[in-house]
């Protein structure tokens, strides 16, 4: 996983996407995203855990729909590495932003806190 990318081939990489369950883009309820927009939303999300600097925004942009992921700077909850981010979606110009938190697994997988 150098370089913070997904792993190679699309497996290894929905592994990595499955564990966010959803992801913050899943809980915003201001719009229905196509599955495509999802996928881009959701490995947004990962790249912006993984690699991003704390405050740098990760962006995406779908079909009548674009988002920037957030991640703050990582901490630590006893053995693991943590971050809060948030998750802003733009759609017909208007931002509606969801805001969470999600911690690294062993198997290097980020899962959100609930």
């Known amino acids: 996983m150098a370089g ?19 992801g913050l883009v899943s809980r ?3 719009t ?7 996928q881009r939303a959701l490995e947004a999300e990962y790249r912006a855990l993984e690699a991003a600097p704390g405050g740098q925004p990760v962006v995406w942009q779908g079909k009548g ?6 991640a703050a700077a990582p901490y630590q909850v006893g053995s693991q590495n943590c ?3 948030s998750h802003t979606l733009t759609v017909e110009g208007r931002d509606t932003t969801t805001r969470g938190a999600a911690c690294r697994n062993a ?3 980020w899962t959100p806190l609930s």
């Open 32 to 38: 229905q995203l196509s599955k495509a927009d999802m």
């Open 107 to 109: 198997d290097g997988a």
């Open 83 to 85: 971050r809060q981010y």
């Open 28 to 30: 915003n309820a201001a």
């Open 4 to 22: 913070g990318v997904l792993p190679s081939g699309s497996r290894g990489a929905a592994v990595y996407i499955t564990a966010l369950q959803g």
């Open 65 to 70: 729909v674009s988002g920037s992921v957030v």
